[in-house]
């Protein structure tokens, strides 16, 4: 398959499933994958990347990596762009393994439960990575990690951050072999800023529910604590990602997040 036809049918999720593939779009997002171990395809081009050093680097990152450059003309990558303006350069690369590793000691996991923002995920993604967080994980109704706008929006964190779409049973069967307990965020839980880090579990993941909907009904009944984030009067809720980044850093543990 060409790889400007392969790259328009990854448009699709079930054509990224299929093909184990992803998009990568934008000078900035394509230069963090060339600089990552992720293997890629090719890259598409167009003539105008030639037009600055940013650009012209792109070239030589792929090509002293032996990757194919093939040049389009602009609509032939706008067809195969999500953005407007994937500024001359999108690259396809092999999407990295989703297995689970086994905890090697203290653990910390994000439990994505029908999250399906694309920018908020990419968001997620990036501040888990950021605060050492073991694996993201997303359940059934999330957004597919591999979404062209969610790559741009993790900002490369997915290049290097393990992520796996699970099931619910299948990480309910992980968390129970390896002992992590689930925690999610309540109004009614208990005070973020008061917990004792000292005390928190070794391996623990923290659920983070869609921001209409909440928890999904097994979640919900699964989860051993709930924590809350003391607000001022009269907000009555954070964007998803924004809490997500405080409970995150709050959660991390007396030790280190790592696996």
């Known amino acids: 398959m060409k790889l400007l036809t392969l790259a328009r049918d990854l448009q699709r999720r079930k054509a990224r ?3 184990g593939r992803f998009v990568a779009e934008g000078v900035r997002t394509v230069e963090t994958l060339l600089a990552s171990a992720v293997p890629v395809t090719g890259v598409l081009v167009t003539a105008s990347l030639r037009a600055d050093d940013r650009g012209l680097a792109v070239l030589q990152m792929a090509e002293a990596r032996r990757i194919p450059v093939v040049e389009v003309t602009d609509a032939e990558l706008a067809s195969a762009a999500d953005t407007d303006t994937p500024q001359g350069v999108l690259a396809v690369a092999s999407i990295p393994s989703a297995d689970l590793a086994a905890p090697a000691g203290d653990a910390r996991y994000l439990v994505l439960d029908a999250l399906q923002d694309p920018g908020n995920v990419g968001t997620v993604v990036r501040t888990a990575a950021a605060l050492g967080v073991t694996a993201t994980i997303a359940l059934p109704g999330t957004v597919d990690f591999w979404n062209a ?4 929006g993790s900002m490369g964190a997915l290049f290097h951050h ?3 779409s699970r099931s619910w049973e299948a990480f309910a069967s992980f968390a129970a072999r390896h002992g992590v307990s689930l925690v999610a965020a309540d109004t009614d839980g208990e005070r973020l800023d008061t917990l004792d880090r000292d005390r928190l579990p070794r391996r623990l993941a923290l659920v983070v529910g869609n921001e209409g909907a909440g928890l999904s ?3 919900a009944a699964a989860v051993e604590r709930r924590v809350t984030i003391p607000m001022a ?8 990602a924004v809490a997500t980044g405080i409970l995150l850093f709050q959660l991390r543990g007396a030790a280190p997040a790592g696996g």
């Open 217 to 219: 009904p097994h979640l």
């Open 233 to 240: 009067p009269g907000v009555e809720s954070l964007n998803v």
């Open 149 to 152: 706008k969610v790559v741009r």
């Open 17 to 19: 499933e299929k093909h």
């Open 162 to 164: 393990p992520v796996s």
